[in-house]
């Protein structure tokens, strides 16, 4: 089983700035791709960022310019920088890894941290 840990959330001020943590352990061969997602009450969990075990990102047009999301492969982490926050941020923000997997072959496993809250106020 794959474990995600989340911190860095809290609640913070229009135009300000907070720094997630994302630290995956357990059993997994490799971390394929790690991501942030977050989920605003009574709306749907979408995607906010993701990186590529190899660097390639990916970002939510909402996001893109304000957050920065990155990984340290070696402490198995990954990071989302946001910055200029507003209150259209405020969510539960979750942490993905699809790690690769042995179990007679190779596959991908995707797992979930258990939530940070961001709470923006204006």
């Known amino acids: 089983q794959v474990q995600l840990v989340e911190s860095g959330g809290g609640l913070v001020q229009a135009g300000d700035s907070l720094r997630l943590s994302c630290t995956a352990s357990?059993?997994?061969?490799?971390?394929?791709?790690m991501g942030w997602y977050r989920q605003a009450p009574g709306k749907q969990r979408e995607l906010v960022a993701s990186?590529?075990?190899?660097?390639?990102?990916n970002y939510a047009d909402f996001v893109k310019g304000r957050f920065t999301i990155s990984r340290d492969n070696a402490k198995n982490t990954v990071y989302l920088q946001m910055n200029s926050l507003q209150p259209e941020d405020t969510a539960v923000y979750y942490c993905?890894?699809?790690?690769?997997?042995?179990?007679?072959?190779?596959?991908?496993?995707?797992?979930w941290g258990a939530g940070t809250q961001v709470t923006v106020s204006s």
């Open positions: 990186i590529t075990s190899g660097g390639p990102t």
């Open positions: 993905n890894a699809d790690t690769g997997q042995a179990g007679g072959t190779w596959y991908i496993a995707s797992s």
């Open positions: 357990g059993s997994f061969i490799s971390i394929v791709r």
